[in-house]
Every structure is written in structure tokens, then in C-alpha cells.
């Protein structure tokens, strides 16, 4: 069977080619996730996860308790992501229902605007959450309402909405966010952010405050400042009072490390405590596949009395070659800055439109635009890691990027 284009992108889940894509493709098959038990000295039985891409995609995870679990993605008729169920297999060997998620209502972003979550037991619906959003012409949330109903009735209801100011070219000046509970009408919180740009539309610095009621205007505020010709990342925090300055100290400073090919080799995480005192210190170091993709992420924290490294939590992925349906071409020959916090930018041969969509690593589609240019704008993508699949005429390519 022929995989459809925005399914095809699934077969390079995981691929962390960061601004450099190989020829070559493969195929993720399974992931393995150990988690250290500090007590007993010795790693757990580990997590397992099976891949598989048939007519619809498969995710199969085996716990530490060694009962299966599984995913199964299913699509509508243009390729868009309309269902996840979530099953546990039975003791009579047939997989049961848990959860059902419905994603409809997809707009001109190719985002969807309504998510319906049911929690099952033995087949019947105990548990309903809904999730509708609203967008303006930029492709930025406006409003968002979100519901929990339990046995028919209605738990919970909140609406947010978001009152977005833009710089030119799109790009947001400052979101504030107001959040009602809708069985009262009260205002539950307010918040402000802030994006300050360079010239090329980099984010440069990003804040966010919380609307005081009792001093009135917004406090307790987080600042995160990117650095890109160093590749750090600063968190610093600050907290309002009646007394207190209204200066920020250092949370966290993040640094990333790549080899020649640009490649993420390892990624240091440095957390500050009252004082500016250094309180914990954690590694993330990255080993590669020869086709491209990784093949090992291994997560380590270091003991300050020691001075070594102790481990947290070893992922292995394990892949096979596969001949793509498609043709597999570089329609870019590398994207920056990776990680990315707006624009992201596309080194390209060509000054053709192309079509790009961009998922979660679990398939689910967040952006899609129809022509692109120089570069994609992710300001609205949340951190987190996310697949970039372009396509131009026959042509695909898929690349991971990390947004911050």
C-alpha cells in the first residue's frame, strides 16, 4: 500500500538530523526507554515501544508491568488526523478501547478547532473533555473553551481568550491571556507575554507576567533570552512585592553542542537557586544512526560532592532501512536556527513555493502552509520537539527540528 503524503512523514519519526538531512532513510521500528533505580543501583525493566506502518500507524508499548499497550492513528480522506485510540490488550489476547480522541473542525492552518477526549470502561463513555479553539487571520489561538463532562454532566467549564498585538510581518508584539471560569463568570488569571525580535525576526527575549489583583498590575514574571551566536538559552525569574526589587534572577541556563555535520551532540541544563548558587546540573548526550537519524539519547545528572555523572534514563532506537513510496529528495539543504524559537529559516537551491506541514511526534498535524518561501513562522508551536515535512511536487523531505 502507498502511504499518503502527510502519513509518509511517520516513517521518519524521531529522525534528528538537526539542520543536516542524509540520503538515506529509515525506518523506526522500536524504542526502548530505562530508567535507573538509584536504590537498587541497577536499571528497570525497560519501557518498549513498537512501531508499525500498515494501513494505519501502530504505536505498541510494553510497560516495566509488561502489559501491552497500543496506539492506532486513523485518517480522513485528505490525509488529516481524526482519531487516536488508545487500547490495552485483554487477557483474551483482543485489544480493549481506553481512550478515544476526535480531532475535526480543521482550518485554513490545517489546525484542528475541536478535540473531544473519551475515557472508556469496558466500552462505555465515563469521562468527556472538549477542547475548541479559534484563530485569527495570523493562525494565533483567540479563544479557547475546554469542558469536562463526567456521566453526562458538566464538571468543569473554562474559557481563555487572547488578545494578540502583532509587529509587521506577522510577527506578535505581546499576548495577553484571560482565563474565565464559565459556571461563575469570574476571571480565574491574567497573563502577559512579551516577544522581543532581532533583525532577521529571531526571537531574541521572551516574558511573561501575572496579572496581580491585589497590586494591580503584573508581577511574578519568567524571562527567557536566547543567544544564538553562543547557543545558549537564559530563564531568568523575577517576583513583585511591596518591598521587594523588580529585578530578574537567573532560573536556568541552557547550552547546546554540535558536530561538524550540525548534528545536537549533547545539550547542558544549569539550575540556579537562591543566591544565583548552582542547585543542579544535567547532561543530555545524543549518538547517531549511520543512516541519520538517533541512536542513543542518554540522560545524566551530575553529584557536586563526587564530581561524576549518575545516570537518569538511557533511550535506544532501533531502526530498519526502508525504500521510501515517495520520492525522497533534499528540497532544502538545511534549516536554522535548530533549535528555533519564531522564524524558521530554509537554505534553499530554488525560490519555488513548496508545501509544508509540521507534527507532533505522535502524528498529529499543527501547521500546514500551501506556499513557502524563505522561511515558516512557529511562534505559536509550543516547545517541544516537532517534524518539518516539505513537499514539492513528487519531491518530500522530512526533517526534525526542536522549537524553544
Known amino acids: 500500500m502507498t502511504l499518503s503524503t502527510s502519513r509518509f512523514v511517520l516513517l521518519f ?173 469570574e476571571m480565574l488569571g491574567k497573563k502577559r507575554t512579551i516577544f522581543e525580535y532581532d533583525d532577521e525576526g529571531r526571537l531574541l527575549v521572551e516574558t511573561q507576567e501575572r496579572w496581580s489583583e491585589e497590586l494591580e498590575n503584573f508581577n511574578q514574571g519568567v524571562r527567557t533570552v536566547y543567544d544564538y551566536d553562543e547557543e545558549l538559552l537564559f530563564r531568568e525569574s523575577r517576583y513583585y512585592s511591596w518591598f521587594s526589587p523588580q529585578v530578574f534572577d537567573l532560573d536556568e541556563l541552557v547550552q547546546y553542542f554540535y558536530n561538524e555535520e550540525e548534528q545536537l551532540t549533547s545539550k547542558e541544563i544549569l539550575q540556579f537557586g537562591f543566591g544565583q548558587k548552582v542547585t543542579d546540573h544535567y547532561r543530555y548526550v545524543y549518538s547517531y544512526d549511520p543512516c541519520g537519524p538517533v541512536k542513543k539519547n542518554i540522560f545524566t545528572y551530575r553529584d557536586f560532592i563526587t564530581n561524576e555523572w549518575l545516570p537518569i534514563r538511557n533511550k535506544t532506537y532501533f531502526y530498519s532501512q526502508h525504500t521510501a513510496t515517495s520520492n525522497y529528495e533534499t528540497i532544502a539543504k538545511r534549516i536554522y536556527p535548530n533549535p528555533v524559537s519564531a522564524r524558521l529559516h530554509l537554505e534553499r537551491e530554488d525560490t519555488d513555493n513548496i508545501n509544508v506541514d509540521i507534527f507532533t511526534m505522535d502524528g498529529k498535524l499543527m501547521l500546514r502552509y500551501e506556499t513557502v518561501g524563505s522561511y515558516i513562522d512557529v511562534n505559536k508551536l509550543e516547545t517541544g520537539s516537532y517534524m518539518l515535512h516539505m513537499s514539492s511536487g513528487t519531491a518530500v523531505q522530512a526533517i526534525k527540528f526542536l522549537k524553544l
Open 13 to 185: 519519526l524521531l529522525l534528528y538530523s538537526c539542520n543536516f538531512v542524509s540520503s538515506q532513510s529509515c525506518l523506526l521500528d522500536s524504542l526502548w526507554t530505562e530508567n535507573w533505580n538509584a536504590k537498587l543501583n541497577e536499571w528497570q525493566a525497560p519501557e518498549r515501544i513498537h512501531y508499525s506502518y500498515k494501513d494505519t500507524l501502530l504505536v505498541i508499548k510494553t510497560y516495566p508491568d509488561g502489559v501491552p499497550r497500543r496506539i492506532v492513528y486513523e485518517y480522513d480522506s485528505e490525509d488529516r488526523l481524526t482519531k487516536r485510540i488508545d487500547q490495552f490488550l485483554n487477557e483474551d489476547n483482543s485489544w480493549i478501547d481506553q481512550n478515544i480522541i476526535t480531532y475535526s473542525g480543521y482550518n485554513s492552518f490545517g489546525d484542528y478547532t475541536k478535540e473531544v477526549y473519551e475515557s472508556l470502561n469496558l466500552g462505555e463513555v465515563i469521562r468527556v473533555r472538549r477542547d475548541c479553539k479559534s484563530y485569527d487571520d495570523y493562525g494565533h489561538l483567540t479563544e479557547r473553551i475546554r469542558e469536562a463532562v463526567f456521566d453526562g454532566e458538566v464538571q468543569s467549564s473554562y474559557t481563555e481568550t487572547y488578545e494578540n498585538s502583532y509587529y509587521s510581518d506577522s510577527l506578535l508584539e505581546s499576548v495577553i491571556e484571560i482565563t474565565w471560569n464559565n459556571e461563575t463568570n
